[in-house]
């Protein structure tokens, strides 16, 4: 059957000289679309228009195709659908409350498909009359939050939020969207928080939920006073938080359940045999292969949970036992390029089913442990603008962290210690690491480890400058907290030295490249003061003595990185040039690292002399470092364990109006006219009393 023929609700082929036969709802809504008003010659138009099974895709090409002067022909007609829409949310037949639904999602999609330049204004005439749009909203949304608040069908309450995130997504800006001004107004925030709480509820619907907040937050957000924004920032209510950061947790446990099973998939069988054979040739096509698309959407969420409101913070490291959802059952969703995987909410199995059976192998986790593994995975590749963008948020959700009191002192505690497996790039040069070998620490040493992680495996030629600087930023927050409250971290410290001498020679090795789209001294400056934070306050929160004696050692062995990145900031900072004043910061930082190296490189060479060795161990070199601190001079520098502190305006107002942008385009293509299927909703409602 012709898409043309499915559209006009064909029931059966006739011979060709006879028309087709249409729906019956098809017909009134051609009556819809006349000059006439329908419930003229038919006084029960609008009582039996509810009853019919609602014929989506024809109603909204219907409307699509009404050009300028047929709008203003029959905008009464179109306003009175609207209306007996509304007043059917009242009825006590869910039949016509499920078809008003629908059909209200129609009208909204419809209009705002075919008016795309048309401004809010003459959208909100159009669908319900200017002079009237205030009160049919106000009744729109007391009926919707009325269905969401009750004890009624869970399909519908389905329904309810599926209509509210058609409703926020049909523009691709969502401040755009004037017809949000009356949802604001008239605020659903409560029965969403409702939603959140309840175990059951939750368990249903709370993924839609949590997303609809997440957009209806980013509202006008920089322009106007948003109430979803206040009244979230002051949420206090333990179950409601929990039940939030639940939704989050499944949502991305079960985006790194599957990462995982692909993962696995990748190394097993056939292919996992011809790589060792043949050596490395396929590994790019491999990684390629886990390149899955993030869940940005339940990202911002998060996000806007951490940054908003304090008392979220407590729900990220709230313990409880971790979940091995491929344990449960679970009906697979298929990923297909509408739904790509980790967009899709967690199946419902696992969503409603908080007391899973427990293993006593299996070590406690909690919100912050799972994001932790997600951001692992999504920050491993960041080739395309897409993921670029979700590595990005995923620092900033933890440069939120980092800066808030309460999440530094259970970051750092010691009574709290987790194993937390991260995913690691596949690089030729290291093997991988084995799950078993990761000890229990507190927790700010996996946020270390990634902050290490990225650095070492995004040395490359387009250079991510953006998160180098947040990675960066991140690992000087939490050493400022360690400095402050005198936190001595029993962490491989030379992992994050060697790192960083590691990326100073990456930036000497590729300064004319990056400089003709970066300002590497800026980052330079940035590296160069951790290790003025170590050399300065290390005594404060080094484990041990031992450890700042390796810090000297560090230093002193890639001596030639730091004598090189002097050299080169002093031949810029001596030329007039666009970055003479950056690299003149970068030549006054370097200043007690220089006293180091030229303090103890002459003490090791005479000491080797001294001595007739060549080459001295790593032992001896400590004992040169030992013996010679006390006639060593350096400079106090001010500042170094002061940062700024974050804000999202105006630095990152147009980044997430574009992640906005993009997550809503992602929603309204998954709400898509099969969500929205009768067929479940009739079965449920199949008798009508």
Same mark, same amino acid.
């Given at each position: 059957?012709?898409?043309?023929?499915?559209?006009?609700?064909?029931?059966?082929?006739?011979?060709?000289?006879?028309?087709?036969?249409?729906?019956?709802?098809?017909?009134?809504?051609?009556?819809?679309?006349?000059?006439?008003?329908?419930?003229?010659?038919?006084?029960?138009?609008?009582?039996?228009?509810?009853?019919?099974?609602?014929?989506?895709?024809?109603?909204?090409?219907?409307?699509?195709?009404?050009?300028?002067?047929?709008?203003?022909?029959?905008?009464? =007609?179109?306003?009175?659908?609207?209306?007996?829409?509304?007043?059917?949310?009242?009825?006590?037949?869910?039949?016509? #409350?499920?078809?008003?639904?629908?059909?209200?999602?129609?009208?909204?999609?419809?209009?705002?498909?075919?008016?795309?330049?048309?401004?809010?204004?003459?959208?909100?005439?159009?669908?319900?009359?200017?002079?009237?749009?205030?009160?049919? +909203?106000?009744?729109?949304?007391?009926?919707?939050?009325?269905?969401?608040?009750?004890?009624?069908?869970?399909?519908?309450?389905?329904?309810?939020?599926?209509?509210?995130?058609?409703?926020?997504?049909?523009?691709?800006?969502?401040?755009?969207?004037?017809?949000?001004?009356?949802?604001?107004?008239?605020?659903?925030?409560?029965?969403?928080?409702?939603?959140?709480?309840?175990?059951?509820?939750?368990?249903?619907?709370?993924?839609?939920?949590?997303?609809?907040?997440?957009?209806?937050?980013?509202?006008?957000?920089?322009?106007? #006073?948003?109430?979803?924004?206040?009244?979230?920032?002051?949420?206090?209510?333990?179950?409601?938080?929990?039940?939030?950061? +639940?939704?989050?947790?499944?949502?991305?446990?079960?985006?790194?359940?599957?990462?995982?099973?692909?993962?696995?998939?990748?190394?097993?069988?056939?292919?996992?045999?011809?790589?060792?054979?043949?050596?490395?040739?396929?590994?790019?096509?491999?990684?390629?292969?886990?390149?899955?698309?993030?869940?940005?959407?339940?990202?911002?969420?998060?996000?806007?949970?951490?940054?908003?409101?304090?008392?979220?913070?407590?729900?990220?490291?709230?313990?409880?036992?971790?979940?091995?959802?491929?344990?449960?059952?679970?009906?697979?969703?298929?990923?297909?390029?509408?739904?790509?995987?980790?967009?899709?909410?967690?199946?419902?199995?696992?969503?409603?089913?908080?007391?899973?059976?427990?293993?006593?192998?299996?070590?406690?986790?909690?919100?912050?442990?799972?994001?932790?593994?997600?951001?692992?995975?999504?920050?491993?590749?960041?080739?395309?603008?897409?993921?670029?963008?979700?590595?990005?948020?995923?620092?900033?959700?933890?440069?939120?962290?980092?800066?808030?009191?309460?999440?530094?002192?259970?970051?750092?505690?010691?009574?709290?210690?987790?194993?937390?497996?991260?995913?690691?790039?596949? +690089?030729?040069?290291?093997?991988?690491?084995?799950?078993?070998?990761?000890?229990?620490?507190?927790?700010?040493?996996?946020?270390?480890?990634?902050?290490?992680?990225?650095?070492?495996?995004?040395?490359?030629?387009?250079?991510?400058?953006?998160?180098?600087?947040?990675?960066?930023?991140?690992?000087?927050?939490?050493?400022?907290?360690?400095?402050?409250?005198?936190?001595?971290?029993?962490?491989?410290?030379?992992?994050?030295?060697?790192?960083?001498?590691?990326?100073?020679?990456?930036?000497?090795?590729?300064?004319?490249?990056?400089?003709?789209?970066?300002?590497?001294?800026?980052?330079?400056?940035?590296?160069?003061?951790?290790?003025?934070?170590?050399? /300065?306050?290390?005594?404060?929160?080094?484990?041990?003595?031992?450890?700042?004696?390796?810090?000297?050692?560090?230093? #002193?062995?890639?001596?030639?990185?730091?004598?090189?990145?002097?050299?080169?900031?002093?031949?810029?900072?001596? =030329?007039?040039?666009?970055?003479?004043?950056?690299?003149?910061?970068?030549?006054?930082?370097?200043?007690? #690292?220089?006293?180091?190296?030229?303090?103890?490189?002459?003490?090791?060479?005479?000491?080797?002399? /001294?001595?007739?060795?060549?080459?001295?161990?790593?032992?001896?070199?400590?004992?040169?470092?030992?013996?010679?601190?006390?006639?060593? /001079?350096?400079?106090?520098?001010?500042?170094?364990?002061?940062?700024?502190?974050?804000?999202?305006?105006?630095?990152?107002?147009?980044?997430?109006?574009?992640?906005?942008?993009?997550?809503?385009?992602?929603?309204?293509?998954?709400?898509?006219?099969?969500?929205?299927?009768?067929?479940?909703?009739?079965?449920?409602?199949?008798?009508?009393?």
């Amino acid at each position: 059957m012709s898409q043309v023929e499915k559209k006009a609700g064909l029931l059966r082929r006739t011979s060709s000289s006879k028309k087709p036969l249409k729906e019956k709802v098809v017909l009134m809504y051609d009556e819809i679309f006349a000059k006439e008003d329908p419930a003229k010659n038919n006084p029960r138009f609008w009582d039996e228009l509810f009853l019919m099974k609602v014929n989506l895709e024809y109603l909204e090409s219907k409307l699509e195709s009404v050009d300028g002067e047929e709008v203003q022909r029959i905008q009464d =007609n179109i306003n009175s659908l609207f209306h007996h829409c509304v007043q059917a949310l009242g009825e006590e037949h869910q039949i016509k #409350v499920v078809n008003a639904l629908q059909t209200l999602c129609a009208l909204f999609r419809g209009v705002h498909q075919k008016n795309k330049s048309a401004s809010g204004f003459d959208i909100i005439n159009m669908l319900m009359g200017f002079d009237k749009a205030e009160q049919r +909203m106000k009744d729109l949304m007391e009926r919707l939050d009325s269905l969401l608040c009750g004890d009624g069908s869970e399909s519908l309450k389905s329904l309810c939020l599926k209509l509210l995130l058609c409703l926020v997504t049909v523009t691709d800006n969502i401040s755009q969207n004037t017809i949000l001004e009356y949802v604001m107004i008239n605020s659903i925030f409560e029965a969403i928080l409702q939603i959140l709480s309840d175990v059951s509820s939750r368990g249903q619907h709370g993924y839609d939920a949590v997303v609809l907040l997440a957009l209806l937050v980013n509202y006008r957000k920089y322009e106007s #006073v948003n109430p979803y924004i206040v009244k979230l920032s002051i949420v206090d209510d333990e179950p409601t938080l929990d039940g939030m950061g +639940m939704v989050v947790h499944q949502a991305l446990t079960e985006y790194n359940r599957q990462y995982k099973d692909k993962e696995e998939e990748n190394q097993g069988g056939f292919f996992s045999t011809l790589t060792s054979m043949v050596g490395s040739m396929f590994i790019a096509d491999a990684d390629e292969k886990l390149s899955v698309q993030t869940n940005e959407a339940i990202l911002l969420a998060l996000y806007e949970a951490v940054h908003l409101n304090r008392n979220f913070i407590t729900v990220l490291a709230q313990s409880h036992p971790e979940i091995d959802i491929a344990a449960t059952p679970i009906t697979p969703t298929p990923t297909t390029p509408t739904t790509p995987l980790g967009t899709t909410p967690p199946s419902l199995d696992m969503m409603s089913n908080p007391e899973l059976p427990l293993d006593p192998n299996l070590q406690t986790s909690n919100l912050l442990i799972t994001f932790l593994k997600y951001a692992s995975i999504v920050m491993q590749d960041t080739k395309d603008e897409h993921r670029l963008n979700s590595a990005r948020l995923c620092l900033i959700i933890l440069t939120c962290i980092a800066e808030d009191q309460y999440a530094d002192a259970f970051l750092h505690d010691d009574n709290m210690n987790f194993r937390v497996n991260l995913h690691r790039m596949p +690089m030729r040069h290291r093997k991988k690491a084995v799950d078993k070998n990761i000890p229990s620490r507190p927790l700010v040493c996996a946020v270390l480890d990634l902050m290490v992680e990225f650095i070492v495996t995004h040395m490359m030629k387009d250079f991510p400058m953006d998160l180098y600087l947040r990675c960066v930023q991140i690992i000087h927050k939490l050493l400022c907290y360690q400095k402050k409250c005198r936190i001595r971290l029993h962490y491989t410290w030379r992992e994050l030295w060697s790192a960083l001498i590691n990326l100073l020679k990456f930036l000497l090795s590729n300064e004319t490249t990056l400089l003709a789209k970066h300002n590497i001294f800026h980052l330079a400056l940035l590296v160069v003061n951790l290790f003025n934070m170590f050399i /300065t306050y290390g005594d404060t929160f080094l484990p041990t003595s031992n450890s700042y004696d390796e810090l000297y050692y560090e230093i #002193v062995r890639m001596h030639q990185v730091f004598d090189n990145l002097y050299c080169m900031v002093l031949r810029v900072s001596t =030329n007039t040039g666009q970055w003479k004043e950056a690299a003149s910061k970068v030549t006054h930082a370097l200043v007690n #690292v220089r006293a180091i190296i030229n303090h103890f490189n002459p003490k090791i060479e005479s000491y080797a002399a /001294t001595n007739h060795i060549s080459q001295l161990s790593e032992e001896q070199v400590l004992e040169v470092v030992r013996s010679n601190y006390d006639t060593l /001079t350096l400079k106090l520098q001010d500042g170094l364990d002061q940062f700024e502190r974050y804000s999202e305006q105006p630095k990152e107002a147009a980044f997430f109006k574009e992640l906005v942008r993009s997550i809503s385009l992602n929603v309204r293509k998954n709400v898509s006219l099969n969500t929205l299927s009768q067929d479940v909703l009739l079965k449920e409602f199949s008798t009508i009393s």
